[in-house]
């Protein structure tokens, strides 16, 4: 939503630097949860301090003889869905979010965006029925002819529908499986973010001290993970004891950092990609032992660092427009039930990729079909996850009576296991400032695959949206 009524003002920078240096909101506390559907819980106090601290002195870089335009935007939806499973309210979910820019120079912007979410009726989570969070923190200026951007922030480097190859700098909150939009559901992260033009190439590079990871939902949560493909099943009679999660914790040498190219070659929109990064999943490396009691499996998850090399390529010919992702993924490392193997997981590569076509032919219609398959290179029996997987996704959007009213459908399938997600949607725009929208999550198949596994947990969902 754009946002047409904004309050804009003018104030002095020294008085605003050091009030809202005291007033500065500290990062939120994460919780994360493991893909076996175990959870634990890790409080985080300390590891974005020095991110945060960096952050503050280059405030302080800032001419105090500057002045700071404010430009202020609110936005409220109110969500609700109701189950077809227990035939009650999932959620009735309020969510304000505000978001501030200050230009304290022409090349100089701050900006902070904030969530306050509030559900009545939470039947997703254990949790509290209520959050306030930072979602973003950052500046943005210019030096010389290079863009950087410094702060709590979202790094987008896929565009893909529904499912993702690049889009993987940020981690991701899985508390609503893939249901939730992705700008919602990425986690920002802390970084340095710089974008340097060198003759027809952009060159971006990344530096990301922040070790925040996936957010899985638990194991008694509406969307927790119960795919044997995902979670490891003990053997009967075999106890299970899940230590501590062994997570990286040195700012500095645990850092991720990344470099992006980016051009425009004869029609061609081209990316070559690189990150180096800890797998925001944890690996579930396994430990069996003797007791008195019997056989014991111990658990212990821990983040591994892995190489992601990949691009994107997208065309326009006409009403059609080709698209692809590509990534190269070493060390992942998957679960396997044999029993002979020392630690639970097999250490192999991953080769991810989609392609997709975008139809615009007909008049205020899109229609847009995607590709998306994986395939492991050193794949072994007893693997948890099949060698290959493969998705296809179908999206339909129709506009009518001047764009105020759209429907759409986006259909994702898994062609191996033979399930997966239909989400029929219809939006209408009332005016500027408000949009409506009614829709339905319906899940379908093998309950081994990534959707069947939730094939009882079909939706309806409405929501409306406010922005001042």
């Given at each position: 939503?754009?946002?047409?009524?904004?309050?804009?003002?003018?104030?002095?920078?020294?008085?605003?630097?050091?009030?809202?240096?005291?007033?500065?909101?500290?990062?939120?506390?994460?919780?994360?949860?493991?893909?076996?559907?175990?959870?634990?819980?890790?409080?985080?106090?300390?590891?974005?301090?020095?991110?945060?601290?960096?952050?503050?002195?280059?405030?302080?870089?800032?001419?105090?003889?500057?002045?700071?335009?404010?430009?202020?935007?609110?936005?409220?939806?109110?969500?609700?869905?109701?189950?077809?499973?227990?035939?009650?309210?999932?959620?009735?979910?309020?969510?304000?979010?505000?978001?501030?820019?200050?230009?304290?120079?022409?090349?100089?912007?701050?900006?902070?965006?904030?969530?306050?979410?509030?559900?009545?009726?939470?039947?997703?989570?254990?949790?509290?029925?209520?959050?306030?969070?930072?979602?973003?923190?950052?500046?943005?200026?210019?030096?010389?002819?290079?863009?950087?951007?410094?702060?709590k922030q979202q790094i987008v480097w896929g565009k893909a529908d529904g499912l993702k190859v690049l889009d993987v700098v940020n981690p991701q909150s899985w508390r609503e499986f893939i249901l939730d939009d992705f700008n919602n559901s990425r986690i920002p992260l802390w970084a340095i973010n710089s974008e340097i033009p060198i003759a027809d190439v952009t060159l971006q590079l990344l530096w990301l001290p922040d070790q925040t990871y996936h957010e899985?939902?638990?194991?008694?949560?509406?969307?927790?993970?119960?795919?044997?493909?995902?979670?490891?099943?003990?053997?009967?009679?075999?106890?299970?004891?899940?230590?501590?999660?062994?997570?990286p914790n040195r700012t500095i040498q645990d850092a991720d950092w990344g470099a992006r190219l980016a051009t425009f070659w004869n029609g061609w929109d081209l990316t070559l990609n690189y990150l180096y990064h800890y797998d925001d999943r944890p690996?579930?490396?396994?430990?069996?032992?003797?007791?008195?009691?019997?056989?014991?499996?111990?658990?212990?998850?821990?983040?591994?660092?892995?190489?992601?090399?990949?691009?994107?390529?997208?065309?326009?010919?006409?009403?059609?427009?080709?698209?692809?992702?590509?990534?190269?993924?070493?060390?992942?490392?998957?679960?396997?039930?044999?029993?002979?193997?020392?630690?639970?997981?097999?250490?192999?590569?991953?080769?991810?990729?989609?392609?997709?076509?975008?139809?615009?032919?007909?008049?205020?219609?899109?229609?847009?079909?995607?590709?998306?398959?994986?395939?492991?290179?050193?794949?072994?029996?007893?693997?948890?996850?099949?060698?290959?997987?493969?998705?296809?996704?179908?999206?339909?959007?129709?506009?009518?009576?001047?764009?105020?009213?759209?429907?759409?459908?986006?259909?994702?399938?898994?062609?191996?296991?033979?399930?997966?997600?239909?989400?029929?949607?219809?939006?209408?725009?009332?005016?500027?400032?408000?949009?409506?929208?009614?829709?339905?999550?319906?899940?379908?198949?093998?309950?081994?695959?990534?959707?069947?596994?939730?094939?009882?947990?079909?939706?309806?969902?409405?929501?409306?949206?406010?922005?001042?």
């Amino acid at each position: 939503m754009t946002c047409l009524l904004k309050g804009r003002c003018v104030v002095g920078f020294n008085k605003f630097l050091f009030s809202s240096l005291r007033r500065r909101p500290e990062p939120s506390i994460y919780k994360s949860t493991l893909d076996s559907g175990l959870c634990w819980n890790d409080e985080k106090s300390g590891i974005h301090r020095l991110p945060t601290r960096l952050f503050a002195s280059s405030l302080l870089l800032i001419s105090t003889t500057a002045t700071a335009a404010i430009d202020t935007a609110i936005t409220i939806n109110n969500e609700w869905s109701y189950s077809n499973e227990t035939n009650q309210t999932e959620k009735f979910e309020t969510t304000i979010t505000p978001e501030i820019e200050y230009e304290f120079r022409r090349d100089i912007n701050l900006t902070a965006i904030g969530r306050i979410r509030s559900d009545t009726k939470n039947h997703i989570d254990a949790s509290d029925n209520s959050d306030v969070e930072l979602r973003e923190f950052y500046i943005e200026t210019s030096i010389g002819r290079s863009f950087l951007t410094l702060g709590k922030q979202q790094i987008v480097w896929g565009k893909a529908d529904g499912l993702k190859v690049l889009d993987v700098v940020n981690p991701q909150s899985w508390r609503e499986f893939i249901l939730d939009d992705f700008n919602n559901s990425r986690i920002p992260l802390w970084a340095i973010n710089s974008e340097i033009p060198i003759a027809d190439v952009t060159l971006q590079l990344l530096w990301l001290p922040d070790q925040t990871y996936h957010e899985y939902a638990a194991d008694n949560d509406r969307y927790a993970f119960t795919s044997p493909q995902l979670v490891p099943k003990p053997a009967l009679g075999v106890d299970v004891s899940m230590q501590a999660a062994q997570r990286p914790n040195r700012t500095i040498q645990d850092a991720d950092w990344g470099a992006r190219l980016a051009t425009f070659w004869n029609g061609w929109d081209l990316t070559l990609n690189y990150l180096y990064h800890y797998d925001d999943r944890p690996v579930l490396f396994r430990q069996l032992s003797m007791t008195a009691n019997g056989p014991l499996v111990t658990i212990t998850p821990r983040y591994e660092r892995s190489h992601l090399i990949g691009g994107s390529f997208s065309n326009s010919f006409g009403n059609l427009t080709l698209r692809g992702e590509m990534g190269y993924a070493t060390d992942r490392y998957i679960s396997t039930n044999v029993i002979a193997d020392i630690d639970g997981v097999v250490n192999t590569s991953e080769l991810s990729y989609v392609i997709g076509l975008d139809w615009f032919g007909f008049s205020d219609t899109l229609i847009s079909t995607q590709l998306f398959q994986s395939r492991l290179n050193n794949h072994q029996p007893g693997m948890l996850r099949d060698e290959r997987n493969t998705t296809t996704t179908v999206l339909l959007r129709r506009d009518f009576n001047n764009e105020t009213l759209t429907a759409e459908l986006l259909w994702l399938h898994n062609l191996d296991l033979d399930d997966g997600l239909a989400r029929p949607k219809v939006i209408y725009q009332m005016n500027d400032n408000t949009t409506l929208w009614l829709g339905a999550d319906i899940f379908y198949g093998n309950q081994q695959g990534l959707f069947g596994q939730f094939k009882e947990r079909d939706r309806m969902v409405s929501a409306i949206e406010i922005a001042f």
